[in-house]
């Protein structure tokens, strides 16, 4: 399977406690975003990445959150002292944006649920 | 004022029949980017359809194309002979600015229910 991979694919942790994400794009995709979906809701934009670097960050993002992009391929997104309002579905999207690509190929999602 | 606007929840649809889901744009860009995206109850998000704001032409993709009425900002949605494997949510999304900017910005959606 060559798509978007998230992993774990669903969380469920007490209030209070740290969660990291992985997403690993689509190789060689220099762009990587990351979104939150809630409950009816279509997906909200977090932030994006070009390549390692961070280009954009929503105030959707709280000082609680912090996404990385080490070596420009695989992301990490960790939530630290979770909320109720923290569960969600978390989604991750790659694009070949240098390419003139318009489409972002988006993972399965990582569902969370703080208790 | 929201940017994406669908007005219809939920939509019924009978199995082979043309459906069209509506979406409305707000925006004050002269450049800006239109998708369709379909999330089945799996999950995953899926590129149905891009119209870009200086397309001459709609969009069309196999079953799919998309209405542009740039003078109404309004980007519908159509599938020709619709099948049960249809049935999902819709999304309308917008990419405002020039094409490095990137952000898309999604309605809340339209659950399509094909019925056999």
């Known amino acids: 399977d060559t798509g978007v991979s998230q992993d774990p694919r669903h969380k469920i942790t007490k209030r209070g406690q740290n969660v990291t994400f992985r997403c690993d794009p689509i190789?060689?995709?220099?762009?990587l975003y990351w979104y939150r979906q809630t409950l009816g809701q279509g997906p909200e934009f977090l932030t994006y990445?070009?390549?390692?670097?961070?280009?954009?960050k929503s105030r959707l993002l709280s000082d609680r959150f912090s996404a990385e992009r080490p070596k420009g391929s695989f992301s990490t997104l960790e939530i630290q002292r979770t909320e109720q309002g923290d569960s969600a579905m978390y989604l991750c999207?790659?694009?070949?944006?240098?390419?003139?690509?318009?489409?972002?190929?988006f993972g399965p999602g990582t569902r969370l649920t703080v208790l | 004022a929201q940017k994406i606007t669908q007005t219809q929840p939920g939509m019924f649809v009978q199995e082979k029949e043309a459906v069209t889901l509506d979406c409305t744009y707000d925006t004050s860009d002269p450049s800006y980017g239109l998708f369709w995206y379909k999330q089945p109850s799996s999950g995953e998000m899926i590129f149905l359809i891009y119209?870009?704001?200086?397309?001459?032409q709609n969009a069309t993709e196999g079953r799919y194309s998309l209405n542009f009425q740039k003078a109404r900002k309004s980007a519908n949605l159509v599938i020709s002979a619709s099948q049960l494997g249809d049935s999902a949510m819709y999304f309308c999304a917008m990419r405002e600015g020039e094409r490095r900017d990137d952000k898309i910005i999604f309605g809340k959606g339209t659950r399509l229910h094909i019925l056999p």
């Open positions: 999207a790659s694009s070949r944006w240098d390419l003139g690509d318009n489409e972002q190929f």
């Open positions: 119209q870009g704001s200086y397309d001459q």
């Open positions: 190789s060689e995709h220099n762009r």
């Open positions: 990445f070009q390549n390692e670097a961070q280009l954009e």
